[in-house]
């Protein structure tokens, strides 16, 4: 076997880690992705709490936000709230309307209106929250 075809246990694993944190970044979360239609609905039903993520595919603290719900996930689920996010790039009509401005922020829905989520974006904070 030709010298050059040999690759070392270190760049095999680097490669493979490399190839698996892409995958998990370009990989969408397992909550619902809003249109303007489905937006409407989502933020109208006053009979049960959700969350929306205002994200881009490729903003950092989106994906971060987006990680940190899909962590939270079931817990929030077992408790009936409803999960989804915006895409920006997609549906910029939706961030102009709702004057988004820094992607990755959190809204709740209560009672059919949008709150601003002010506390710290971390899985212990939401799911204290959400238990109030």
Same mark, same amino acid.
């Given at each position: 076997?030709? !010298?050059?075809?040999?690759?070392?246990?270190?760049?095999?694993? !680097?490669?493979?880690?490399?190839?698996?944190?892409t995958a998990r970044r +370009?990989?969408?979360?397992? +909550?619902?992705?809003?249109t303007p239609d489905s937006y409407a609905?989502?933020?109208n039903d006053s009979s049960s709490l959700?969350?929306?993520?205002?994200?881009?595919?490729w903003d950092a603290l989106s994906q971060t936000t987006e990680q940190i719900l899909e962590e939270v996930q079931d817990v929030l689920?077992?408790?009936?709230?409803?999960?989804?996010?915006?895409?920006?790039?997609?549906w910029?009509?939706?961030c102009d309307a709702e004057d988004i401005r820094e992607y990755?922020?959190?809204?709740l829905v209560i009672g059919g209106? !949008?709150?601003?989520?002010?506390?710290?974006t971390e899985t212990k904070a939401l799911v204290r929250a959400i238990k109030l």
């Open positions: 076997m030709p !010298l050059y075809l040999l690759e070392d246990d270190q760049v095999r694993s !680097l490669w493979r880690y490399s190839r698996s944190t +370009f990989a969408s979360p397992n +909550f619902a992705s809003l609905l989502f933020v959700g969350v929306v993520v205002y994200s881009q595919a689920q077992a408790r009936g709230v409803r999960l989804a996010r915006v895409v920006c790039s997609d910029p009509e939706i990755g922020q959190l809204r209106e !949008l709150v601003p989520w002010t506390g710290p």
